[in-house]
């Protein structure tokens, strides 16, 4: 019978266990057979096992098993809802624990007893998990979302706490008073610990606010050389160009027509392309109001004409309001421009055209490049982990995919056509 309800006990947290990872980790996993297969033979039946040998020793099987799984799953987002998860099933068990303590001297029945210790557990865990899917959902919008040395730092933290908590915490206590010393220290650990992720996360987000700003400063005196640039050429084509009509004036006086002919296509012609060539292709951006969305775009195109990349730009009409968050319509737009100009650096005579069409219902983005003529499948190359670029690359137009199934007002289009690789990215004014 102890058998039985230890098993019993063990699915029952691990069910609360998976249950709060799938509450913080905000984006939708899709779940396979194999995978429910994997999680029930290869963790939960594995870890009740150990845990009728090992007792707590288990924990760390279930827990360094779940890093692996949801790695494989979710990457770094899976690894921090696994830590944290576990962060809060210690918390909140404590929490239960008290709460037995204080019902256990009332004439109950044992097994009432554990019903009730198990409802408040799984409530107090669940209300928890929320909050901090709601932390997730906030953290999501800011620049700290894609972060690797702050997730990698939070992590970190997340570990110390979890280690400090298997090992120095007793396995067993011996009287309430003991039971409140270690409430003191739990507590007192997790305020600390809170407090330390707080200064780290202000801290991180200073520096990355910090570091954006120096980046835009930048990309802006950059912008500012490069119309500088054009200028100054112009202005030089604007003062030769009369020497440039005296000397053609002499063959028109002679009506040498076919010295005309020969001096234009040696002098002028080459002149006319050099100067188009090494100007700024921005027709109409002028109409994009979205200064985060501008700032992204202009970047690029600085990118792609420091890599002699033939790029433009239109903007038909003008453009205040785009109805995404501008954090992942920036992430969206800076994979796929990045995307296309490294595609661009292995072929010849590469272009990139980017428009931005605004219709009563939509706006719609179309940025097409020249794609190489080994391009694999599109269902390929939107699978997670795959690269034509090499190893630990790719996660780029996964990363797009995700983001844009996740949203019910944007559709994105993928196609190859006449040799183009082409995005359409529509964004529909209502969220419905």
């Given at each position: ?125 669940f209300i928890t998990a929320l909050v901090v899917r709601l932390l997730m959902i906030k953290l999501k919008y800011t620049w700290l979302y894609g972060n690797k040395i702050y997730f990698i730092v939070l992590i970190i933290c997340l570990l110390v706490f979890f280690l400090t908590m298997f090992f120095f915490l007793p396995d067993q206590v011996a009287n309430v008073a003991e039971f409140k010393m270690i ?57 030769d160009y009369i020497n440039i009509l005296s000397t053609m004036s002499e063959y028109l006086r002679e009506d040498d027509l076919e010295g005309l002919k020969a001096y234009y296509a040696k002098h002028i012609s080459p002149l006319k392309d050099h100067f188009e060539a090494n100007s700024l292709k921005l027709n109409g951006v002028e109409n994009l109001k979205v200064k985060e969305i501008k700032g992204v ?136």
């Amino acid at each position: 019978m102890e058998i039985i309800d230890v098993i019993l006990i063990t699915f029952f947290q691990a069910f609360v266990f998976f249950a709060v990872i799938n509450i913080i980790i905000i984006e939708k996993i899709n779940y396979s057979f194999w995978d429910c297969f994997s999680l029930l033979f290869g963790v939960v039946i594995p870890s009740t096992i150990l845990f009728i040998i090992y007792d707590r020793e288990s924990l760390l099987f279930l827990v360094i098993s779940s890093l692996v799984f949801f790695y494989y799953k979710k990457r770094i987002i899976g690894v921090i809802a696994v830590l944290s998860s576990v962060l809060i099933l210690v918390i909140c068990d404590f929490l239960a624990t008290w709460f037995y303590y204080l019902i256990n001297g009332l004439t109950i029945n044992s097994t009432v007893l554990f019903v009730i210790y198990s409802f408040v557990f799984a409530l107090i865990t669940f209300i928890t998990a929320l909050v901090v899917r709601l932390l997730m959902i906030k953290l999501k919008y800011t620049w700290l979302y894609g972060n690797k040395i702050y997730f990698i730092v939070l992590i970190i933290c997340l570990l110390v706490f979890f280690l400090t908590m298997f090992f120095f915490l007793p396995d067993q206590v011996a009287n309430v008073a003991e039971f409140k010393m270690i409430g003191i220290f739990y507590f007192t650990f997790a305020a600390i610990f809170i407090a330390i992720l707080l200064l780290v996360t202000i801290t991180t987000s200073r520096e990355i606010k910090y570091r954006k700003s120096k980046q835009e400063i930048d990309d802006y005196y950059n912008y500012t050389l490069k119309i500088e640039e054009v200028n100054n050429r112009i202005r030089k084509f604007r003062h030769d160009y009369i020497n440039i009509l005296s000397t053609m004036s002499e063959y028109l006086r002679e009506d040498d027509l076919e010295g005309l002919k020969a001096y234009y296509a040696k002098h002028i012609s080459p002149l006319k392309d050099h100067f188009e060539a090494n100007s700024l292709k921005l027709n109409g951006v002028e109409n994009l109001k979205v200064k985060e969305i501008k700032g992204v775009i202009t970047t690029k195109i600085l990118q792609a004409q420091e890599r002699q990349i033939e790029i433009s730009v239109e903007v038909a009409d003008e453009i205040n309001e785009i109805n995404m968050e501008m954090i992942d319509l920036s992430r969206i737009l800076g994979i796929i421009m990045d995307n296309a100009i490294e595609a661009s650096m292995d072929i010849d005579s590469p272009m990139i055209q980017i428009a931005f069409i605004k219709t009563d219902t939509s706006v719609l983005i179309i940025i097409m490049n020249k794609a190489p003529e080994n391009l694999p499948k599109l269902h390929t190359l939107y699978r997670e982990g795959f690269s034509t670029k090499g190893k630990e690359r790719g996660l780029g137009l996964s990363t797009l995919k995700e983001i844009t199934d996740s949203k019910n007002n944007v559709f994105l289009e993928t196609t190859i056509e006449n040799h183009y690789f082409i995005q359409k990215l529509e964004i529909m004014n209502s969220n419905g």
